[in-house]
């Protein structure tokens, strides 16, 4: 309209013009104002792009130069999805790299180093349900090299029909240095789920937060309770005849915390190294410890640490301190750090015994296919012979004093024994076993067991039993294994029995 005025100012005798033509030439005059204003057909460009910036840019259609990424990004990204979605789901054999979505277009848009590409996970954490997987999810992703979808996806359980490009679509934006995560913990129950991940990719890393199954089956049960009030007794669920103290092995609450027999699966598709174990319960008493442990395993540098933490008095948990920019501080929602429904205590002792020799297993199984190796006869002790060290990410050394101990009985002096010692040691057929810094209670439990059934001499001592071991008592607990050897030192049927297994304070054994 403007240009009209103008137009009917500048040419007094236009009046004589007619009314079609006065039309005509003011419809020129609007779009030749119309793109002096907006030149280049920026505003024309419909990128689709999400991101914020984008949009906003989109909105005000003012802006003169919208950033390239809101310019070209879609193209770049359907070239590499389309490649990504021709490579065949069952080709388990497809290597790593290729799970990384390139920008394979010829000439890379600049979007990418803003914004960056949506990459299938590099890491995923599977479980466990009720570990306290939201929680090293939440802090791992404060790393600057960590980006994660923020709720659960169930791709590789319930909805793997939809497609990697479906799963691709649920993850943020990623710049090459970064790693994509999410976490789903019932990947890990899932039989069909470790070969879908590693056809996906076999390297794809995988962090199982553990927690003592009594107690997760407890918070599991404790979280249907808050949907369905009317739920049976925890009791009732967890036995088939609590007298006879016959458990209910089908009820998933008990069933998920059978971590030996899922682990099994996975160790079928996934090497051990690929696997990181979080101590749920250390989660909660040292957060900064066990994640600077995550970091590690993801190859990151460790910029997640104790002065990121502070512990919530009121939530009764560790929390995010508010970081230096803005924002306030960070605890996680409700639902996590409930308060237990009360189970009586004959019942939580039924189920401890019963997943005793599961969780004998389960550290069974994560130590013997751990990398390294020691030869046999290092240990100078006949029938005994070294299993396989564990990855020196785990345990700390700082843990290990009594491990020490034990080592120079054994004339243990390599390199690594010094460093770290996180050796472990068992029979031929080792058929028990123990964790030597595990809760108050269960070593003096495990090894007064293995001194009845071996018949070795040596009685159990008060230090052994139920003393807090792991704050005090190290050495007196060192001591009485070094000497449990020797006095079984030509006694090869007991020295089958035995089965060490130097961790350092897991709980699970509880
Ligand atoms: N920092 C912090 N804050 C709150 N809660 C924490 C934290 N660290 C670990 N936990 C424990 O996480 C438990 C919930 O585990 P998950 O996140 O794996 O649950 S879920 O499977 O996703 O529902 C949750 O279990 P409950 O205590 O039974 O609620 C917590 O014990």
């Not at 006949?382 to 843990?399: A, F, K, Q």
């Amino acid at each position: 309209m403007a240009c009209v005025l103008i137009f009917g100012r500048l040419f007094p005798f236009s009046h004589r013009l007619r009314g079609t033509s006065i039309c005509l030439l003011s419809l020129f005059l609007s779009f030749v104002c119309y793109c002096a204003l907006f030149p280049g057909g920026v505003v024309m460009q419909k990128s689709g792009d999400p991101t914020p910036s984008c949009v906003q840019a989109g909105r005000a259609k003012l802006r003169l130069q919208k950033p390239l990424s809101c310019l070209f990004p879609l193209d770049a990204r359907k070239s590499s999805a389309a490649d990504e979605a021709s490579q065949p789901q069952t080709d388990q054999r497809r290597p790593a790299a290729a799970h990384t979505v390139r920008d394979n277009t010829p000439s890379p848009p600049m979007s990418h180093l803003k914004f960056g590409n949506k990459k299938l996970p590099n890491a995923i954490i599977v479980g466990v349900k009720k570990g306290g997987t939201r929680a090293v999810l939440e802090f791992i992703r404060i790393h600057p090299d960590v980006r994660a979808a923020g709720t659960e996806t169930h791709f590789f359980d319930r909805n793997y029909d939809r497609g990697l490009e479906w799963y691709r679509g649920l993850m943020p934006r990623t710049l090459e240095s970064q790693i994509t995560m999410e976490k789903t913990p019932s990947y890990f129950v899932t039989k069909e789920t470790p070969h879908r991940i590693s056809a996906m990719s076999q390297e794809t890393k995988l962090i199982v937060v553990v927690r003592d199954p009594v107690t997760r089956a407890i918070s599991d049960y404790t979280q249907t309770l808050s949907k369905a009030p009317d739920l049976p007794s925890f009791q009732d669920l967890a036995f088939r005849n609590q007298t006879l103290g016959i458990v209910d092995m089908s009820w998933n609450a008990i069933r998920i915390g059978l971590y030996a027999l899922h682990l099994e699966n996975w160790l079928r598709y996934f090497p051990l190294t690929q696997i990181h174990f979080v101590s749920g319960e250390r989660l909660i008493t040292d957060p900064a410890g066990e994640l600077a442990r995550v970091q590690d395993f993801l190859g990151l540098k460790r910029i997640v640490t104790d002065k990121h933490f502070y512990f919530n008095r009121t939530k009764g948990f560790p929390c995010l301190k508010k970081p230096e920019s803005s924002g306030s501080p960070r605890c996680l929602g409700k639902s996590k750090g409930r308060t237990h429904v009360q189970i009586d205590r004959d019942a939580i002792e039924q189920l401890r015994d019963f997943y005793r020799p599961y969780n004998v297993k389960f550290y069974e199984m994560s130590l013997s296919l751990s990398q390294h190796s020691l030869n046999p006869q290092d240990l100078q002790v006949e029938g005994v012979h070294v299993v396989r060290p564990l990855p020196p990410r785990w345990p700390p050394c700082r843990h290990f004093s009594a491990a020490a101990h034990f080592s120079s009985f054994l004339s243990m002096q390599s390199e690594e024994d010094q460093s770290c010692l996180d050796q472990s040691w068992k029979t031929e057929e080792g058929q028990m076993g123990w964790t030597h810094q595990a809760q108050p209670g269960v070593i003096g439990g495990l090894l007064s067991k293995l001194l009845r059934t071996t018949n070795l001499g040596i009685h159990q001592s008060n230090d052994v039993r139920g003393q807090d071991i792991r704050q005090t008592k190290e050495n007196v607990e060192a001591e009485s294994i070094a000497s449990l050897f020797r006095a079984s030192d030509g006694k090869r049927s007991a020295k089958k029995r035995l089965l060490l297994l130097l961790l350092n304070g897991s709980r699970l054994s509880r």
